[in-house]
């Protein structure tokens, strides 16, 4: 038990046969009563597992205080509410093992599933997938790939900087990678598409520039403000309805296709389920 328990004792554990008399301690985990209502009983167990860890021995009493009058509340309207809504108890007590039945089942599906589905998928069976539903994966937003340098303002080595920036040279390419720790932050991979929104989230100078300006394909963007330098270059755009290009959209892909699997297993092992029942005489229809 913890430390809030010394606290306790005091408060309530050490009175708790003057408060309720006809109660003795409870042997075991749950420890000593330390709440009554009607004939429901808060245990020393019960209120340990609700207590959060790292309170100091203060907050404790407080946390435990306040538990304590809530569980008596939900006890007492509990009471109130099975005593005046009497007609409505065989239809709740339906809907509690209603929901219980669907709790099983559900989880014994999800553990079904878990063992027997096929979660590999092949780039072939992404690009079939793609090839024969591309016009479902229409955009609702603009993508673009590009690279961009935001580094400070006023560098003495500016034009070799952008001389590096625009080349496409591999060894230029990786002069730019070497030199990272001079950049506010960078990106120099622009073979991955970007959600516009994105973009000016991540890059503060675009921001104030018009969205027109900002989306044209092989755009060059230099602009230097108080914020730093940044240089921007716009490799390629996608608008809104567009088809999202395959490699966008592969995670998605994969979703769908898994969720297939999933409720093609799921109707095969129902199928199977109900066929070896009638089989083995354990499912009989009158």
Known sequence: MRVIFTYICVLFLMSACDYFPNMKKVEGDKGRPIAKVYEKVLYEYDLDKQLPSGLSEFDSVIFAKSYINSWAKDQLLLHQAEFNLTDKSIEFENLVKDYRSTLYINAYKEALVLSKLDTAITYVQIQNYYSE?????????????????????????????????????????????????????????????????????????????????????????????????????????????????????TPTIKQIILQKRKLELLRKIEVDLLNDAIKKQYFEEY
Do not use: C
């Not at 989230?201 to 921001?207: D, P, T």
């Not at 520039?209 to 730093?228: A, C, P, Y």
């Open 133 to 249: 539903n591309g016009d479902n994966f229409k955009l609702n937003e603009e993508l673009v790939r590009l690279k961009f340098i935001h580094t400070d303002s006023g560098r003495n080595d500016r034009k070799e900087l952008v001389k590096l920036f625009k080349s496409q040279k591999k060894e230029d390419i990786n002069e730019l990678h070497l030199r990272g720790l001079e950049f506010r932050s960078f990106n120099l991979d622009d073979s991955i598409w970007i959600k516009y929104n994105d973009v000016i989230s991540k890059i503060e100078g675009l921001r104030n520039m018009e969205k027109n300006k900002i989306l044209k394909k092989s755009n060059f963007i230099q602009k230097e403000d108080s914020l730093g330098l940044y240089l921007v270059t716009v490799k390629e755009v996608l608008k809104r309805n567009d088809i999202a290009p395959m490699s966008y959209i």
